[in-house]
């Protein structure tokens, strides 16, 4: 075999490879991709019913509702508008009212969330930067949210 | 005052080590000799000294060094302050810098390497030692001194003060920096024209040194997630893990060409490549996560002209590696003889393989930030996309890790074929009765039997050369395939705690008995204990198998008086076979809710890694 037939196949096999990687990544970005809005933001997309999303804002004050058995419902705001959540399963140790919160999950009404997860936070400092900037926008940032 | 020795000698290092570089080039003279490995050493003695006056200041708690009043309080246990060090970002920056320069003087006692090619590894690793050193000075000072006067701190954050992150940050760093030293090797090869066989010798000891220690380093953080965050899983794809991942897996792929150069003497400009991406993508994973651009668990506070003096400092050093890399890359004449079916060319599919889902990882990673800089729209790139793309793209190279043992280095024979064509078809139906009675998961399926077969194979290979060598030298002949054994090992493990792991979430009162499959957890007791620097409320149940007790898990809840945090510490039972993953949630009516997970073959991974750390050590002490 010829170092020259060599080489072309492993150039080939190389872009057969290459080229499925970039189908296989193209495939499922479409389907994987979530997006991340605030309350306000969430209205305002063209997400539909039983889209997976991400929510960022605080958990309204008094909103907690412990329904037993590990399901809480609770409200994100971000000062003009408003998401309902479910969840079922154990809240992070920093989930408190009035604090941060990102949850991702599956869209049940325009103003309803199936959540699957309520994301814990490290530091109670912490808070994404994005939503900071949103949230500055909103004039809804005080300074103790750090 | 302790400040102030500290800070002198930062800039005393730094100062040296401009020392270095300058002697360097006046090396003509005889008598500068002395000074090159003097300033060498003297840059190594002030950085100590400033590595260990932070210490000082931590373990003394003196809160007139402002790193220490924000990072540390005076009622946190001995250990806590010691590894409260680097538990910030100023602080690991100091390690970073101290772990740069040991490696710069460890290398400068080897005498394989010929001088002038040494001293010129020494050179650019004390140019890279400078850029890192103006980095933490100007941007990251860890010795400003508190401007109010406190007598105390304000504590480390909770979730940090932990055995497995205290020592997993030194372990993480001197694999990430020690891929600086394989840079350092690679660079003054190239421009010296001397990548030669003492060349490979040398550089394929260090760098499967550094990426040994990356591996471990890797192991224990995602150890530490698993048992710290009550999660009930190890890995989970955040950027963070991700920018970890891909000099690891560049590394990988360093290691493993260096096996082929060894036999073929070729592929060295392939190596050169890979040596300086390893640590192009360790500089550009610290400017991801120190920049605050990624959001993830782990960021650090967040500061703009940090970031944009890593990425300085990142473009630096990449463009100026690639350029050297482009002007100066060794022609050589002879060409690889592929020949299909051996080893080598196992190699470089696999390298490919390796570098493909590297580049997966990368664009997953820093998609978000694009799209954020395009569109104004913010997303995540979470684990769905990792799972349906990675795996997939890793899997051809687990498929020829299997079969790569039966392959031999130089002709294109199969090696006694036959026996491992048995095997491995034995293997499969074996598997496959047995995933079919029980549980069938296709993913599940591939991951069992990929892992089998590479034991399986791996065996047969040591088998084979125990008849050759007689069990002569048994961990030096065989530390490569001991080392795919313990992959083997990590990918059952892997499979199993990923995809037969289940999660049940019950509600219990003290006394009360829940039943999950065949066993039952009962609630004994809670009780509220008071420690040092936190309260503990540590809730007590039994763990019983068809009534046969088995063990008790502890699981608590931890206020941290200074930080007002609440942590979760879960409970667990380790088995050999599975772990019992215990989490204890909140209360309501006097009724606890907990989430219990069952993981199955989870200590699999932490045996398949240390294996693999053990006999690649051996791999590098050997002869």
């Given amino acids: ?146 | 005052m302790i400040s102030l020795i500290g800070f002198s000698g930062l800039i005393l290092s730094f100062i040296f080590n401009v020392i270095v570089i300058v002697s360097y080039y006046y090396k003509i003279n005889q008598r500068f000799n002395h000074i090159f490995y003097l300033a060498l050493y003297c840059s190594l003695f002030f950085m100590c000294l400033s590595f260990f006056a932070l210490m000082f200041a931590y373990i003394s708690s003196d809160f007139s060094n402002f790193n220490v009043f924000q990072n540390s309080h005076s009622s946190k246990p001995l250990l806590y302050k010691i590894t409260g060090t680097w538990g910030n970002h100023e602080g690991s920056m100091l390690l970073w810098l101290l772990i740069m320069s040991l490696y710069n003087v460890f290398f400068s006692f080897n005498i394989t390497l010929e001088d002038h090619v040494r001293k010129l590894t020494i050179v650019f690793q004390s140019f890279l030692y400078l850029c890192f050193s103006l980095f933490v000075i100007l941007t990251s000072n860890p010795f400003l001194v508190n401007s109010i006067d406190s007598n105390e701190g304000l504590g480390l954050n909770p979730i940090l003060q932990d055995p497995a992150l205290a020592i997993h940050p030194p372990v993480l760093y001197i694999g990430y920096v020690g891929f600086s030293l394989i840079l350092s090797l690679a660079l003054a090869g190239l421009i010296l024209n001397q990548l030669d066989n003492l060349w490979i010798q040398v550089i394929k000891r260090w760098a499967m040194f550094c990426w040994l220690m990356l591996t471990g380093g890797i192991a224990l953080g995602s150890y530490w997630a698993y048992y710290e965050l009550g999660w009930g899983g190890w890995w989970f794809w955040d950027p963070v893990e991700n920018v970890s991942l891909m000099p690891w897996i560049t590394g990988l792929a360093l290691v493993h060409s260096l096996m082929i150069t060894k036999q073929e003497q070729l592929l060295k400009r392939w190596v050169v490549f890979l040596s300086i991406l390893c640590f192009s993508l360790s500089i550009l994973g610290t400017f991801l996560v120190r920049s605050g651009i990624l959001t993830s668990v782990h960021s650090f506070a967040a500061d703009a002209s940090r970031g944009i003096f890593i990425l300085i400092l990142f473009l630096t050093i990449t463009g100026f590696s690639f350029i050297i890399f482009i002007l100066k890359s060794p022609h050589s004449n002879k060409q690889i003889n592929l020949l299909f079916i051996n080893k080598t060319s196992a190699l470089i599919i696999n390298n490919i393989v390796m570098l493909i889902a590297c580049i997966t990882i990368l664009l997953g990673t820093i998609y978000p930030i694009i799209i954020e800089v395009l569109t104004n729209k913010r997303m995540s790139v979470g684990a769905p996309y990792y799972n349906s793309t990675v795996l997939p793209i890793l899997l051809p190279g687990f498929l020829i890790m299997s079969i790569a043992p039966m392959l031999s280095w130089q002709s294109n024979k199969l090696d006694k074929i036959k026996n491992y064509i048995y095997i491995l078809i034995v293997i499969s139906i074996l598997t496959l009765l047995i995933t079919y009675l029980t549980k069938f998961n296709i993913w599940g399926f591939t991951g069992t039997i990929l892992g089998l077969w590479i034991i399986a194979a791996s065996l047969l290979s040591i088998l084979h050369n125990c008849l050759k060598y007689k069990f002569k030298k048994f961990f030096i002949y065989n530390n490569a395939l001991i080392a795919h054994m313990g992959v083997g090992i990590m990918i059952i493990g892997i499979t199993f705690s990923s995809i037969f792991q289940t999660k049940n979430n019950f509600t219990i009162q003290t006394g009360e008995i829940v039943n999950s499959g065949q066993y039952s957890l009962q609630l004994k007791n809670l009780k509220i204990e008071e420690k040092n620097n936190f309260q503990e409320l540590l809730g007590i149940f039994l763990l019983h198998k068809k009534n046969e007790f088995l063990t008790t898990i502890k699981s608590s809840k931890r206020y941290y008086y200074v930080s007002k945090v609440i942590t979760t510490e879960a409970g667990i039972y380790h088995d050999w076979f599975q772990d019992f993953y215990l989490v204890l949630g909140n209360e309501k009516n006097n009724k606890w809710s907990i989430t219990i997970y069952h993981n199955p073959l989870v200590s699999f991974i932490w045996i398949g890694v240390m294996i693999m750390i053990f006999s690649g050590m051996v791999g590098i002490f050997k002869r």
């Fill in chain 1, 1 to 146: 075999m010829t170092i020259r037939f060599q080489r072309l196949l492993l150039i080939l096999f190389s872009l057969i490879f290459l080229s499925s990687a970039i189908l296989l990544i193209l495939f499922n970005s479409k389907k994987n991709l979530v997006f991340f809005f605030t309350p306000s933001e969430l209205i305002n997309s063209d997400s539909t019913i039983n889209d997976v999303v991400r929510i960022g804002g605080f958990v309204e004050k008094d909103s907690i509702i412990n329904k037993g058995n590990n399901s809480y419902n609770f409200v994100i705001t971000d000062n003009n508008n408003k998401v309902l959540v479910e969840y079922n399963g154990l809240l992070p140790d920093l989930f408190k009212e009035e604090q941060g919160v990102v949850i991702e999950g599956r869209l049940k009404s325009d103003f309803t969330i199936h959540a699957f997860t309520v994301f814990a936070k490290h530091d109670e400092n912490y808070m994404p930067a994005s939503i900071q900037k949103q949230l500055q926008k909103n004039q809804y940032w005080k300074k103790n949210y750090k």
